[in-house]
């Protein structure tokens, strides 16, 4: 593996490549969520570049871009053994010059949901993503399911812009207990773990409830909410289509039922597709 923070090592690296390119963006503070992604790329291309990058511009003023988890040691020896041929880590000024051009995230889909608590964050994160395709001249690149808007925003992107790149929904990783993996689960005290479990099994009854026949979207919530008391804040639960649309009925194939609460200091987000 090599590692390279600029984009002109990146570029010679990228020479020495022959066949498909498989690209896994991440933060870093890597976890078996990321692997997972990292592993599939690894067995689905011939070459592996992994990046990381706290990306400034998805964060709101108020998020904790300073004390997001960094663990540079760790994440290199996760790569190295992971099998990745380039990680690519690059600095601020390499990424970004001072009067950038923008993408901006669509006006409804961007804007709900994760993108009306976080306003401004799918833009930047569009743009970091943009760039970083663009640089890592993929054929493949991976996201996890457990952004669901993130990744269906990347998917308008994608097509949006006529890029080239064939965008791979990937499965939610969870620890032995049902909790979603996530950078942001090292703040969670011990308790606050075992309060945190709520998020996945409420939405394990709404699944069992579809299972059963049961697809009236109020009757749902309402089961999911009993689940959910022990979160700190509910900040949202949703049950939408594949294009964000609010839905009274559940469509077998085309819902996601997304939420976000807060458990003690992070604030934490689960979703299943159905
Ligand atoms: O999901 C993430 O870790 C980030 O949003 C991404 C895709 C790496 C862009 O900064």
Not at 154 to 163: A, D, L, P, S, T
Request: net charge negative; hydrophobic share 40%.
């Amino acid at each position: 593996m090599v590692t390279v923070h600029t984009i002109d090592e990146l570029q010679k690296e990228k020479e020495n490549l022959s066949g498909s390119i498989g690209f896994v963006p991440t933060m870093g503070a890597l976890h078996h969520g990321h692997l997972s992604l990292i592993r599939q790329a690894r067995e689905e291309n011939h070459n592996l570049i992994v990046s990381i990058f706290v990306n400034p511009t998805q964060f709101l003023e108020c998020e904790e871009l300073d004390s997001y988890p960094r663990k540079d040691i760790a994440d290199n020896k996760i790569c190295e053994l992971a099998g990745v041929d380039i990680l690519f880590v690059p600095t601020i000024d390499e990424m970004y010059e001072k009067d950038e051009l923008h993408i901006g995230a669509p006006a409804i889909r961007g804007y709900v949901l994760e993108g009306e608590k976080r306003p401004g964050h799918f833009d930047g994160m569009l743009q970091v993503v943009m760039k970083l395709l663009n640089l890592s001249g993929a054929t493949r690149a991976y996201f996890g399911k457990k952004d669901a808007q993130q990744l269906i925003l990347i998917i308008q992107m994608v097509k949006n812009y006529f890029m080239s790149v064939e965008i791979i929904p990937c499965e939610i990783v969870r620890d032995e207990r049902g909790l979603a993996l996530s950078s942001r689960n090292i703040y969670l005290k011990e308790e606050e773990k075992t309060r945190a479990l709520v998020l996945s099994r409420s939405l394990k009854r709404a699944t069992k409830l579809v299972m059963t026949g049961e697809l009236n979207v109020e009757i749902i919530k309402k089961e999911m909410h009993m689940v959910l008391k022990d979160v700190d804040e509910l900040e949202y639960l949703s049950i939408v289509d594949r294009n964000f649309n609010i839905l009274e009925k559940i469509e077998i194939g085309n819902t996601i039922i997304l939420l976000a609460a807060w458990v003690g200091k992070p604030r934490l987000i689960d979703n299943i597709w159905i």
